[in-house]
């Protein structure tokens, strides 16, 4: 079992910056795949990033790739996501997500309850 809590969401202005971060329980944290996804209101659930379980390699979707960078933490068990240079389209409640395979293909089996980011115009 694994427990996601999610942080560092807000109000900020179109071009600024927010650092989300996700603090996972449990002692089997590095045998996940790590990721964030986004829903934003009337709309679906989007991957956004994720990570291999080396961390040494990431993938984005393209709306956010060049602003966006997802960085994990394996001695803290964190993951956390960079947030450059948002768009009001950003906003959206970004959750934290854990499973078994690789998350762009997969559906996670771990949730956050998810944190709101809204950018302003």
């Known amino acids: 079992q694994v427990q996601l809590v999610e942080s560092g969401g807000g109000l900020v202005q179109a071009g600024g910056s927010l650092r989300l971060s996700c603090v996972a329980s449990g002692r089997t944290f590095s045998s996940y795949y790590m990721g964030w996804f986004r829903q934003a209101p009337g709309k679906e659930r989007e991957f956004v990033a994720a990570?291999?379980?080396?961390?040494?390699?990431?993938y984005y979707a393209d709306f956010v790739k060049g602003r966006f960078t997802i960085s994990r933490e394996y001695a803290q068990n964190t993951v956390d996501l960079q947030m450059n240079s948002l768009k009001p389209e950003d906003t959206a409640v970004y959750f934290c997500a854990a499973g078994d395979y690789d998350l762009r293909t997969r559906d996670p089996r771990y949730w956050g309850q998810g944190t709101q980011v809204t950018v302003s115009s």
């Open positions: 990570g291999t379980l080396s961390g040494r390699n990431s």
